[in-house]
């Protein structure tokens, strides 16, 4: 078996392990329990699973990006990261007002349907990848998002968004949050 092969069972058994928790999470929460403030951030505890949920969703586009600039000298992804780099501040706010509106939009019972069908894509395009495709890489902005690395692979970028869910989860105070 290659590297890669038990790379891809680790994802998949990663993403279903969050996608289990989230709705173990949804399904304990009550109504004031979603409304609390979250440990560390100014979301209420709705807001902060949306951003969770989300790290999801943004995979799909991330991934596109990673396609193109794979493909392109890397000077190119590493300008583009710098930009995005410099563009920090307007992203935080961005950032903090999606899950705002995305957790009033959605609410429990979508957010829950929503990260099953998000997962499944994400098992399926896995699947799909092929072994060279694994291993294209770009520049990331590092200011962004902690998890985000300088240089990230399409593999890598399979793992981020249940290492981005591990690190807000700890910062959820429902009762079966943390």
């Known amino acids: 078996m290659s590297e ?7 994802v998949h058994e ?4 969050a996608r289990t928790a ?3 999470l949804l399904e304990h ?7 609390r403030l979250t440990d560390g951030t100014r979301w209420t505890n709705e807001q902060l ?8 969703i943004l995979i799909r586009p991330l991934l596109v990006l990673l396609r193109v600039f794979g493909r392109l000298p890397h000077g190119a992804s590493r300008l ?14 961005v950032n903090y007002l999606g899950p705002v509106g995305g957790a009033k939009v959605l609410g429990r019972r979508r957010m829950g349907t929503a990260f099953d069908r998000v997962i499944a894509d994400l098992h399926r395009r896995l699947d799909a990848e092929r072994e060279p495709d694994l291993a294209l890489l770009m520049h990331y902005p ?4 902690p998890y985000f690395r300088d240089v990230m692979t399409i593999a890598d ?3 981020y968004p249940t290492e981005h869910f591990d690190f807000h989860r700890r910062q959820l105070t429902l009762r079966e949050g943390r």
């Open 4 to 10: 890669s092969a038990v790379d891809r069972k680790a």
């Open 14 to 17: 990663e993403m279903e392990r």
């Open 22 to 24: 989230f709705h173990q």
């Open 29 to 35: 929460a009550t109504g004031t329990d979603l409304r």
């Open 49 to 56: 699973l949306f951003h969770m949920l989300f790290g999801y």
């Open 80 to 93: 583009f990261a710098r930009l995005l780099n410099a563009a920090t501040k307007p992203f935080d706010v």
């Open 142 to 145: 590092t200011r962004w998002d």
């Open 157 to 159: 970028l399979y793992r």
